[in-house]
Nanobody, 116 residues
Framework: QVQLVESGGGLVQAGGSLRLSCAAS????????MGWYRQAPGKQRELVAT???????NYADSVKGRFIISRDNSKNTVYLQMNSLKPEDTAVYYC??????????WGQGTQVTVSS
């Protein structure tokens, strides 16, 4: 019904930057909120940042001031600009999108590795 395709993950040194992108396609034409979660080895999946269709962002305390979330509603695409990356940001990052009246959709995940 909906496919979320992530890109932009990779390996970066501490202090560096990466930009994640996630494009939604399928039979859903709009989403209430889109965003990113992450899961590190041995840990539960946690919120990174989400953004409403109106552009209001919500960030985890651990990434405030370092990450910026944005979205292009015309393309059903959400972005995550990650700056000042730390080794503890290493995780699989999952894109998510929530249509109105339907369950949340998830992408396959993209690996982000930050070396010290």
């Amino acid at each position: 019904q909906v496919q979320l395709v992530e890109s932009g993950g990779g390996l970066v040194q501490a202090g560096g930057s990466l930009r994640l992108s996630c494009a939604a396609s399928g039979r859903i034409f709009s989403f209430n909120d889109m965003g990113w979660y992450r899961q590190a080895p041995g840990k539960q999946r946690e919120l990174v940042a989400t953004i409403t269709s109106g552009g209001s962002p919500n960030y985890a305390d651990s990434v405030k001031g370092r990450f910026i979330i944005s979205r292009d509603n015309s393309k059903n695409t959400v972005y995550l600009q990650m700056n000042s990356l730390k080794p503890e940001d290493t995780a699989v990052y999952y894109c998510t999108a929530k249509p109105q009246l339907l369950s949340r959709f998830w992408g396959q995940g993209t690996q982000v590795t930050v070396s010290s």
